[in-house]
């Protein structure tokens, strides 16, 4: 109960101790927020390096940056950095842990502690990814394909996939912490259908989380094993059977591109009814979209193995259920474009990454259907338009929601308010940097360009110095939000609880919070996104 | 019972720890499903080399284990009942027990390893199978049998150290550390760690041996 005495001390959660000491075993969430704040956003920069490396390699034809072998270590890093260490915690770890319990009116995550290891085991495995780097890098791809993983190549995959592993747990940690808070955390009046979408996203994917990861764990031990000890389980050669890691490494791999865009979609979902002041059109039916994704998310992972000689008919069946995703996911589109209709709109920064969200992942939406559909998929795998398309859904979506998130609730979590001119820009500049980026890519990929080669024919090098040239505005606007986000904790005029005039709870309480969230837990009476499109302020219903 | 910072009473609490212990068992559930998978597949590739593996494996073991874990979760009930009726004496000596019963199972498992050691169906270099036309998959079929159960071992250990760890607290009459809530959580962990069991025993130890 010496909680107590904290609280009535007064002061927000940021003055709760300065010491390293104090951040580093802290048990509040939105201390521990910072805490995957900061390192991913490390880890983003480490991936973008390679990122850029690689455009500069592409921007000629000839191999002449980098040697081949130099070039596949790079795309792994990219990809495994990318995937790992910054996509799949971004939003959850940072953005959510910082707002699902302020979102249902509760002190904090149902076990703080867990939460802080979650976040030791990131870094943990954060290093031992980084650690492969360093001792040479790995070059089999993201995904570590057997039996090259276990059996030819010469690198440290034993390594990065240890520190695959180890982020594994902190996922599924987070994951376990979110579905118990959300089930028996919420404030009095917080029923399921006035949860902030946020939220129903952040479960949804918490779902994914504790169920997926395990089998990606499992999955990566049976890779070390096969490489440390010689068994054959998916080594043709040692009767294994390659077919078998692919079905399982894609029963993880599928889904987790929903852990990365269901919580993107949770933040669009906050922040267009905020900038266009209207109730969220369909919220019941958003929610159930969440949970038909999440769910038939689990039924498509064959999509990626169409041409990896598994039977046509499990290839038919996993091309149909994946048109069948397209199902909520366009529910969602449709449902963001109808609050939209006669809104009072405001183009705020946060609301222009929320719109360029919506956009750019409808796009890679849409050029997912055209690589679920069987015939068009045997021409178009492995090549850059496959590229293009997870540009699209997990940088254009994800990236750019996270980024709108950023903005959206810079205030809440630090009290200050940024230079809304600059945020602005960099978030035109990224939409643009980005389609100059990838949209070249579908174009090289149609044409025939296969992904994962340092050198290519001569033909395709016009687009691809657009899209290198796209990569280096993308670049600069990803660098600008560093600028002045890092200004505005000096300098930024003073927020107060609620800048934007929005209906969540974690707008009813101080900005900074304080320690405990709330000075008392309130009481929630009505339902999430009651805006008013005529006075503009919060309906009084 | 001490109530944490976060939880607003008793019942919340307790409502959170053993939901936690619910989603903490799923994802141990998917854990073995890799596992799991690669059984199936593997029975379903090659079915003679696994059924003539699996007639190896050490089946008066196995069922004498499968005697002890299923008598040890019977305690184990009954020693949550106790803690709940705060009969610490009883429950501290069902605890022990379950923790005991716990021993004879890894004792009993450890002899099986070192049988299947000597005869070298130890996957990797060393591996031989007397039928060779059956090797390659009863090395496969090996592989998953000892990281099934050796899994398996690593959980009971686990509950083990748990639940002798109840006992101690009972001993101090230290009700705050083994509370009838927490008591009752570590039993479900360790009925799970049961039913994982009861799903290996027939797929390692009897499926070969049928017909
Ligand atoms: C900033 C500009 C970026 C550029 C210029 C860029 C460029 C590339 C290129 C050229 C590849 C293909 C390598 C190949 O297969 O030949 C690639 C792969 C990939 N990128 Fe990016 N990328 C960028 C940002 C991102 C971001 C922000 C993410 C995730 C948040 C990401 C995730 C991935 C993944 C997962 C792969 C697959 C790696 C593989 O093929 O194994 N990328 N990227
Ligand atoms: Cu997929």
């Known amino acids: ?541 | 019972m001490n109530i944490a910072e976060q939880f607003d009473d008793a019942p919340q609490q307790e409502q959170a720890a053993t939901f936690g212990m619910w989603i903490f068992l799923a994802t141990e559930l998917m854990f073995f499903g890799p596992l799991l998978f690669g059984y199936s597949y593997a029975r379903s590739h090659f079915p003679e080399g696994v059924a003539a593996a699996s007639r190896h494996t050490e089946v008066m073991l196995g069922t004498l284990n499968t005697a002890v874990l299923l008598t040890s979760s019977l305690l184990m009930a009954i020693a949550v009942q106790a803690c709940k009726a705060d009969a610490v004496r009883l429950a501290r000596g069902m605890l022990l027990l379950v923790a005991a019963l716990g021993f004879v199972f890894l004792a009993i498992k450890g002899a099986e390893y070192r049988h299947e050691w000597r005869e070298h169906l130890f996957p990797g270099a060393g591996f031989a199978f007397a039928d060779a036309r059956h090797a390659p998959a009863a090395e496969i079929f090996y592989f998953l049998y000892f990281a099934l159960t050796g899994l398996h071992a690593l959980h009971l250990t686990i509950g083990i150290v748990m639940v002798l760890a109840f006992a101690a607290g009972l001993l101090r009459g230290g009700r705050s550390f083994a509370s009838a809530e927490r008591v009752e959580v570590a039993g479900l962990y360790w009925h799970f760690v049961d039913v994982i069991w009861i799903f290996l025993y027939p797929i390692l130890y009897l499926v070969g041996r049928s017909g």
């Open chain 1, 1 to 541: 109960m010496h909680a107590r005495v904290t609280e009535q001390a007064g002061g927000d959660y940021l003055s709760d101790g300065y010491s390293l000491r104090s951040w580093l075993t802290t048990r509040d969430h939105k201390r521990i927020a910072w805490l995957y704040l900061v390192s991913i956003t490390a880890f983003f920069f480490v991936g973008g390096a390679a990122a850029t490396l690689i455009r500069i390699e592409l921007a000629t034809p000839q191999g002449d940056l980098v040697s081949s072998d130099t070039y596949n270590r790079l795309f792994t890093a990219h990809g495994v950095i990318m995937v790992w260490l910054f996509l799949i915690p971004s939003i959850p770890s940072a953005l959510g842990n910082f707002l699902m319990p302020m979102m249902i009116g509760a002190r904090d995550l149902a076990f703080p502690r867990l939460n802080l290891a979650s976040w030791y085991f990131y870094l943990c495995g954060g290093i031992f990814t980084l650690a492969a780097l360093i001792a040479g890098g790995v070059d089999t791809g993201w995904t570590f394909y057997t039996p090259f993983s276990t059996m030819f190549s010469n690198s440290h995959v034993i390594l990065a996939i240890t520190g695959v592993f180890i982020v594994g747990f902190s996922s599924i940690l987070t994951g376990l912490n979110f579905i118990v808070t959300v089930h028996t955390m919420r404030a009095p009046g917080m029923t399921w259908f006035r949860l902030p979408l946020f939220v129903w996203a952040n479960y949804a994917t918490s779902v994914i989380l504790v169920l997926a990861t395990p089998v990606l764990a499992m999955t990566l031990l049976l890779l070390a094993a096969e490489r440390l000890l010689h068994v054959g389980i998916f080594d043709p050669a040692l009767g294994g059977d390659p077919l078998l890691f692919q079905h399982l490494f894609w029963f993880y791999s599928h889904p987790a591109v929903y852990i990365m865009v269901l919580p993107a979609m949770g933040v669009a979902s906050e922040i267009i009814p905020c900038f266009a002041r209207k109730h969220v059109f369909g919220y019941r039916f958003m929610a159930y979209a969440i949970l038909g994704i999440a769910t038939i998310g689990f039924l498509v992972w064959g999509h990626h193995m169409f041409v990896s000689g598994q039977s046509v008919y499990a290839s038919m069946v996993f091309s149909i259920l994946s048109f069948l995703v397209a199902i909520p996911s366009a529910i969602k589109v449709f449902n963001w474009t109808a609050t939209l209709y006669k809104g009072r709109i405001t183009f705020s920064a946060p609301m222009l990454y929320a719109l360029g969200f919506v956009g750019l992942f409808t796009i890679g939406g849409l050029t997912g259907l055209v690589l679920a559909s069987l015939a068009l998929d045997v021409h178009l795998t492995d090549t850059y338009f496959v590229i293009a398309h997870f540009h699209y859904i997990m940088v254009g979506g994800s990236v750019m929601a996270y980024f709108g998130g950023l903005h959206f609730w810079w205030p809440k979590m630090t009290g200050r308010m940024y230079p809304e001119m600059w945020g602005r820009a960099a978030a035109v500049l990224i939409f643009f940097g980005f389609n100059l980026t990838f949209f070249p890519q579908y174009l090289l990929g149609y044409g025939g360009m296969p992904r994962r080669y340092h050198s290519y024919p001569p033909e395709f090098q016009v687009l691809n110095i657009l899209s290198s040239a796209g990569a280096a505005i993308l670049a600069a606007g990803y660098l600008l939000p560093l600028g002045y986000l890092l200004w505005s904790l000096f300098y930024g005029k003073r927020a107060g609880p609620n800048p934007w005039h929005a209906t969540g709870l974690e707008w009813q309480t101080a900005s900074p919070p304080p320690r405990r969230n709330f000075e008392a837990t309130p009481t929630v009476t009505r339902e999430a996104y009651m805006y008013d499109p005529v006075t503009g302020r919060e309906s009084p219903q």
